[in-house]
């Protein structure tokens, strides 16, 4: 057994922190400003070009729009388009510029106007109503003529 006569304390000493060096601190603050800086022209440049991109296609869809109307010959309005004009609406008693409907309820359609969906009326055509039997036509015929009388 080990009396306390033989142990001996010792004497821990602390080093203060030690800060990196000033030109090393400046440059990492450079470096993470610069980055944010780059982030966010970055942000506003993908917001900016999707802006463009949207008045561009709308102004494309105007023109192929009259193309359609003077050659009475759907006309695409870029040839990469999936799609076509087939009308364009109006409100008049409201203050907003016409819009130009496509052809079609795609994504690819619906990314830059109305769609029209296929297998539908055709803008200015008239329909008559279905009658209610018809949409009806998964219930039995007893309920049907149940629910219509």
């Not at 993470?32 to 982030?39: K, N, S």
């Not at 999707?50 to 050659?71: D, F, G, R, S, Y």
């Not at 695409?76 to 008693?93: C, F, H, K, Q």
Request: charge should be positive; glycine fraction near 6%.
């Amino acid at each position: 057994m080990k009396t306390s006569s033989t142990i001996k304390p010792t004497l821990q000493i602390r080093r203060p922190f030690q800060r990196p060096p000033q030109h090393l601190v400046r440059g990492v603050r450079k470096l993470l400003l610069l980055a944010l800086f780059m982030a966010g022209f970055a942000l506003i440049g993908d917001g900016l070009y999707i802006k463009l991109k949207a008045v561009l296609a709308q102004h494309l869809l105007q023109q192929a729009w009259q193309e359609t109307l003077t050659t009475q010959t759907p006309q695409r309005a870029w040839s990469w388009a999936d799609t076509y004009p087939v009308a364009e609406i109006s409100l008049p008693d409201l203050a907003i510029d016409p819009v130009i409907a496509l052809r079609g309820s795609s994504g690819e359609a619906l990314a830059f106007a109305p769609g029209h969906l296929e297998n539908t009326a055709r803008p200015g055509q008239h329909v008559p109503q279905p009658r209610c039997r018809n949409s009806l036509s998964s219930a039995s015929p007893s309920s049907a003529d149940d629910l219509l009388g």
